[in-house]
């Protein structure tokens, strides 16, 4: 049984040269097939829709129109940093987060002199005083209340 491996040796290079022969027919019938379509030129519009004049004017234009040439190509900025000085930026940045994560992990820092916070935050956030209303202001309130439903109509009723 093993001696006959070049059998299947012999198989698969003629496998694999008639698959190329297959695969070269196709793509050569698929080319000659397409000879009248060029890839680098835009398809014909379709003459039943609304905007195929424009569609194909357009076209047109674009055959004529100015392509780039090598010379075209903008010369290389020269005002941006290199490569080390980006890796010098990331790693300054890597260094100031492992810091900032240091610093601020748990039990690295504790609460102290809350008393002492608190008081100046009410000494320099003085409340107003409460405005407690009085008769007069207890008095207009009803009086605006008083007119607003005066004014007040009913909805007409729905005939039955």
């Known amino acids: 049984m093993n001696d006959?491996?070049?059998?299947?040796?012999?198989?698969?290079?003629?496998?694999?040269g008639v698959a190329l022969t297959g695969l070269l027919t196709g793509l050569t019938a698929c080319a000659s097939s397409?000879?009248?379509?060029?890839?680098?030129?835009?398809?014909?519009?379709?003459?039943?829709?609304?905007?195929?004049?424009?569609?194909?004017?357009?076209?047109?234009?674009?055959?004529?129109?100015?392509?780039?040439?090598?010379?075209?190509?903008?010369?290389?900025?020269?005002?941006?940093?290199?490569?080390?000085?980006?890796?010098?930026?990331?790693?300054?940045?890597?260094?100031?987060?492992?810091?900032?994560r240091r610093d601020t992990a748990p039990s690295t820092w504790t609460l102290s002199d809350t008393e002492g916070y608190a008081f100046k935050a009410r000494k320099l956030g003085k409340a107003p005083p409460a405005d407690i209303p009085t008769d007069a202001d207890r008095a207009a309130t009803e009086a605006f209340a008083k007119a607003a439903r005066d004014r007040a109509t009913a909805p007409p009723s729905k005939p039955q």
């Open 4 to 16: 006959q491996t070049g059998k299947i040796v012999r198989l698969g290079v003629l496998f694999r």
């Open 34 to 100: 397409m000879s009248s379509i060029s890839p680098f030129s835009p398809p014909p519009a379709d003459p039943s829709s609304p905007v195929a004049a424009q569609a194909n004017a357009a076209a047109k234009a674009s055959k004529h129109a100015k392509t780039p040439r090598f010379v075209d190509i903008p010369p290389i900025p020269t005002d941006v940093r290199p490569d080390v000085e980006f890796k010098k930026a990331v790693g300054a940045e890597k260094v100031a987060g492992d810091k900032l």
